[in-house]
Every structure is written in C-alpha cells, then in structure tokens.
C-alpha cells in the first residue's frame, strides 16, 4: 500500500513538471544604466529620475509602475511641448522593445520621486524597482546630483 502511494505520488509529479516550467520567470531582465536623480533646489519635496533602460530580451517589456523605499511615491511621466507650452502628464505603463532601449531624459520621459523618507544629498545612492510583471522587477540604482 505504501509503494503504490509512492508511486502514485511520482506519477503526480512528473505530470506537474510542465506546468511549473510554464510558470517558470522568464530569465531574461531589462538593465538601467547611467541611472540619475536631480534635486531640486530650495530643498522641493520632488526630483527628478533619469536612465537608459536596455531591453535584450527576445520579447517587448512593459514596466506598469516605479517603486522606491526613499521615497513616498515614484512615478513615470512625460514631458512634451504642445503649441509652445511644456506640458507634462503621467504614464500608465512604459514599453521597453525587445533588443532596443528607452532613455529618461529631460525634457522627455523622465520619473517624478516624490516626498523623500530623508534628505538627500548629491552623491548619495537611491534604489529604485520598476514593475515589468511576471515577477521581472528591475531594480536600478541611481546616483544623486545637485539640481542645475
């Protein structure tokens, strides 16, 4: 009796083999570079983020959000000039096309950091996550520079 639960059980698991490398992460993971953050001057509760995301992967990623433990919330936005006005909105998501790069700039798409948890100072280091889903969080670090 207890051979036969053995094997029954062997069987069970081999059979569940599929279906957990389906469920598998994708190994493939986009890569921040020359990642930076602006203070603002006066001390201003928001910065600025900027980077070089590099997406090698076979497949476009889509980042959905920003997350930081620096700061109280993060977000991507985007700045554009319409009819000679610089407008600036939030983004929902951010496609980053396979074997290509997306560049936070100013002036461009860019992350709004606000409330930070501490003073930040320029040469500090601040982690920041961004959501790609399918448990492939980016995670780039970002040096702090003094607003210009």
Known sequence: ????????AAILACAALPAFARNKPDACVPVVRDAWIRLMPGGMPMHAGFARIDNP????????GVS?????SASLHESTLVNGISRMRELPQLV???????????????????DPKKPLKA???????????K???????????AGN
């Open 68 to 72: 930081s433990e620096a700061y109280g």
């Open 1 to 8: 009796m207890k051979t036969r639960r053995l094997i029954l």
């Open 123 to 133: 040469g500090d280091r601040v982690a920041l996550r961004f959501d790609a889903g």
């Open 57 to 64: 992967c076979d497949a476009a990623v889509t980042v959905t």
């Open 135 to 145: 448990s492939r969080n980016v995670r780039g670090d970002f040096a702090v520079r």
């Open 96 to 114: 980053l096309p396979a074997h290509g790069s997306v560049e936070l700039k100013p002036g461009g798409l860019h992350l709004m950091l606000m």
